[in-house]
């Protein structure tokens, strides 16, 4: 296991609570980008799917994490998206 590639997905998984925090009491869209979300929710998953297939070990988990936190606000974007219209 790389310490470093754990410590960088917990640095980038720790604004993903802050981030769905918001989408939940903002009700809104705004300041989000949903091609942004896709991009990154993408990126973990390759790190996912490398991991399982490659590499495995316990940051699995954490690429597990980050996807689902991504995969959260993506769905609530697309909620707040709704109640917009």
């Not at 597990?64 to 974007?77: F, T």
Request: glycine share 6%.
């Amino acid at each position: 296991m790389s310490i470093f590639e754990a410590v960088m997905l917990i640095c980038f998984g720790a604004a993903w609570p802050a981030s769905i925090y918001k989408s939940y009491i903002s009700r809104s869209t705004q300041g989000k980008s949903l091609l942004f979300m896709l991009i990154v929710e993408i990126g973990y998953f390759s790190g996912l799917i490398h991991k399982f297939f490659y590499n495995y070990d316990n940051v699995i988990y954490l690429y597990l994490l980050n996807l689902l936190m991504v995969g959260v606000d993506i769905a609530l974007y697309l909620r707040n998206q709704r109640l917009a219209n």
